[in-house]
């Protein structure tokens, strides 16, 4: 099994729609979670820090879910230019010297 | 303020050549992690360094190497290359927790 798994899509959605991406993971000792935006040929960006309050960024909406090891992130009123791929990444440690590992990313396709 | 630094942008090179990757962090970030990312995959961890100290290292064979040089930049390098080290190789600074900033990458093709 991945550590981190992503429907890779693509989600192909209207603009002004509602879509959800999830994300497992499979170390219950994990202690951070990201949500990061790569498009096609540059390098992921940070969307969101995800905890486990649940944080909320404009149309962005992050969710994490210890129990069932899950994140989740949620855009509404889809615009076209949040095309792109949505990796999801989690660290095993708390501390200055962790590493990243992602999922392999969900496309989103917003169209017209 | 710049970001991450890395050089160069674009690489060919031959199988069983070597190469060596360029990262400079951002200013005050004294963390520096190397990334390869193949098409169609998440990025994938190498090597981080903290403090000039290799903290962590991936499942990558010892043809990779790094370092952290005092003023906390970083070099990656790879002997012998392969087809399939093909890659966009990413580094990321940071200083905490609140995520990891990547510079721009390097794309190396094997050819």
């Known amino acids: 099994r991945k550590e981190v798994e992503q429907d890779p899509g693509p989600f192909n959605v209207p603009e002004g729609a509602t879509v959800a991406f999830n994300c497992t993971y499979s170390?219950?000792?994990?202690?951070?979670f990201f949500w990061y935006r790569q498009d096609c040929r540059k390098e992921p960006k940070l969307l969101m820090s995800v905890y486990s309050s649940g944080n909320e960024d404009g149309r962005f909406t992050a969710q994490l879910n210890r129990a069932s090891q899950y994140i989740s992130l949620l855009i509404r009123d889809s615009k076209l230019s949040d095309s792109a791929t949505y990796l999801c990444a989690v660290t095993p440690n708390t501390g200055t010297a962790s590493k990243l590992t992602f999922g392999t990313g969900t496309r989103l396709q917003v169209t017209l | 303020d710049a970001g991450v630094t890395q050089s160069p942008t674009h690489l060919i090179k031959t199988r069983g050549q070597h190469v060596t990757l360029r990262c400079s962090p951002i200013s005050g970030h004294k963390s520096v992690s190397w990334y390869q990312q193949v098409l169609g995959q998440g990025p994938q961890f190498i090597f981080q360094y903290y403090e000039k100290e290799e903290r962590g290292r991936g499942n990558f064979p010892d043809r990779f190497s790094a370092r952290q040089f005092p003023n906390y930049s970083s070099e990656l390098n790879v002997n012998a290359l392969l087809l399939g080290d093909s890659a966009l190789y990413l580094c990321?600074?940071?200083?905490?927790?609140?995520?990891?900033?990547f510079g721009s990458g390097t794309r190396l093709t094997v050819v």
């Open positions: 170390n219950s000792a994990s202690q951070s």
């Open positions: 990321a600074s940071s200083v905490d927790l609140e995520g990891y900033t």
